[in-house]
C-alpha cells in the first residue's frame, strides 16, 4: 500500500495530540482558497484528531476573508486571522504561533501546490514520535533557477547546523509546537522555521515524500530576480542570528 493511502483507522492512539493546528498564511488567493479550503475540511473531517485551521489574511484585496468566513461559519475548525498591517508570510506565521492551541503545528501554503492529503503522512509520523516532520517534494514544480538555489542553501546549512535533514526549504512542515512558539522571527524567517525548531531542541526528526502540485491560477507573490538578490543577504543575516542565539529559548 502507498504511504498516501494508509486509513485514518491505521493511525495509532498511542501518541495521538490532543490538537493540530494548521497555520496557513495568504495574501490575495481568493479562489484558490474557494478549492483548499473545502479540500481541508474533507481530509481533517476523516482523521482521528481535534484540528483547528488557521487562515492568516495578510491583508488581501481580493476577497479571500470573505472566502474563508463563509466556510468559518459553517465549520468551527475553521479560524481567520487579519493581519492590521502588511506582514509578509513570516508576520503572518508569527500571528498564527501567537494563538495556535494545538499540540502541533503544521504550516503549509494557500496556493494548492501544499496537498491537503498528505496532512496522514505527517501525522502519522507524529505519532510515531517524531517532533519535527519534513515534507520532501521530490518532483518540485517550481524553476529551475529556485530548485537550484535551495540546494545551494541547504549545503551552505551543513557549514552551520548539524541537521539530521536532507532538505530544509519545503512548505509542508509540522513541528511540536513548542518549538516554535514564542519565537520571535524577522524578516523571511518563515524559509528558516525547521532550522529555527532544530535550535530550539528537536529531539527526533524525520522527512516523508509529499506531492508538490502545479498552480492552477495566479503566480508566486515572490519574484524571481528578488530571491536570487536578497536570498544570499537574508540567509546570511538570518545565519547570524542563528549562531548568536537569538532563536534560543528565553
Known amino acids: 500500500m502507498d504511504a498516501r493511502e494508509v ?3 491505521v ?4 501518541v495521538r495530540p ?3 493546528t494548521v497555520a496557513i498564511p495568504f495574501h490575495n488567493e481568493g479562489e484558490n482558497l474557494e478549492e483548499l479550503v473545502p479540500e481541508l475540511i474533507s481530509v481533517i473531517g476523516g482523521l ?3 484540528f483547528e485551521v488557521l487562515l492568516v489574511d495578510d491583508m488581501s484585496s481580493d476577497g479571500g476573508a470573505e472566502v474563508v468566513r463563509r466556510f468559518a461559519a459553517k465549520q468551527p475548525a475553521i479560524r481567520l486571522i487579519q493581519l492590521s498591517r502588511r506582514g509578509g508570510q513570516s508576520g503572518a506565521f508569527q500571528a498564527a504561533f501567537d494563538q495556535a492551541q494545538g499540540d502541533f503545528i503544521i504550516r503549509m501554503d ?3 501546490q501544499d496537498d491537503p492529503r498528505d496532512l496522514t503522512l505527517l501525522l502519522r509520523q507524529i505519532e510515531l514520535g517524531h517532533d519535527l516532520v519534513m515534507g520532501l517534494r521530490t518532483s518540485r514544480k517550481h524553476p529551475r533557477t ?3 538555489l535551495s540546494a545551494a542553501f541547504d549545503l551552505l546549512v551543513l557549514l552551520f547546523v548539524n541537521s539530521p535533514l536532507h532538505a530544509h526549504s519545503g512548505s509542508f512542515v509540522a513541528f511540536r509546537a513548542d518549538l516554535v512558539r514564542g519565537v ?3 524578516r523571511n524567517d518563515h524559509r528558516y522555521l525547521p532550522l529555527i525548531a ?3 531542541g528537536v529531539v527526533d526528526a524525520t522527512e516523508v515524500v509529499v506531492r508538490h502540485r502545479d498552480r492552477k491560477r495566479g503566480t508566486s507573490h515572490y519574484r524571481l530576480a528578488r530571491k536570487v538578490c536578497s536570498g544570499v543577504i537574508d540567509s546570511a543575516l538570518f545565519f547570524c542570528r542563528l549562531v548568536l542565539g537569538f532563536y534560543d529559548r528565553k
Open 184 to 186: 520571535h522571527l524577522y
Open 7 to 9: 486509513p485514518a483507522a
Open 146 to 148: 529556485l530548485r537550484i
Open 18 to 20: 490532543k490538537l493540530i
Open 110 to 112: 494557500s496556493d494548492l
Open 198 to 200: 532544530i535550535r530550539r
Open 11 to 14: 493511525l495509532s492512539a498511542a
Open 48 to 50: 482521528p484528531y481535534a
